[in-house]
């Protein structure tokens, strides 16, 4: 079945630095479009950065731009997100998101906690 893994998440203090993981399994990785969103507490769930099928483009939200960074890995079947320069307002749950090209499939990983003290 398909599988989403995020790993990296953790406590980290204003100003540093943490790299986030997604490992899928299960789908035909290089179809799908990657994309990271979050959730905090009491808010809705938003988008964060996407990154097309082959790497090529990279979008990102504007609250984010210039201190995030998505990669992908077509081979090792992953995506990456660095998160420079955190702020206390970048504490969620960090989830990515497989989206099938040209279909309605959609996939969710089960998020992974970042939490950024002041």
């Known amino acids: 079945q398909v599988q989403l893994v995020e790993s990296g998440g953790g406590l980290v203090q204003a100003g540093g630095s943490l790299k986030l993981t997604c490992q899928a399994s299960?789908?035909?990785?290089?179809?799908?479009?990657m994309k990271w969103f979050r959730q905090a507490p009491g808010k809705e769930r938003e988008y964060v950065a996407g990154?097309?099928?082959?790497?090529?483009?990279?979008n990102y939200a504007e609250s984010v731009k210039d201190r995030f960074t998505i990669s992908r890995d077509n081979v090792r079947r992953t995506v990456t997100l660095q998160m420079n320069s955190l702020k206390f307002e970048d504490t969620a749950v960090y989830y990515c998101?497989?989206?099938?090209?040209?279909?309605?499939?959609?996939?969710w990983g089960q998020g992974t906690q970042v939490t950024v003290s002041s």
């Open positions: 299960g789908l035909t990785f290089r179809y799908y479009v």
């Open positions: 990154v097309t099928i082959d790497g090529g483009r990279k």
């Open positions: 998101k497989a989206e099938g090209m040209g279909s309605n499939t959609e996939y």
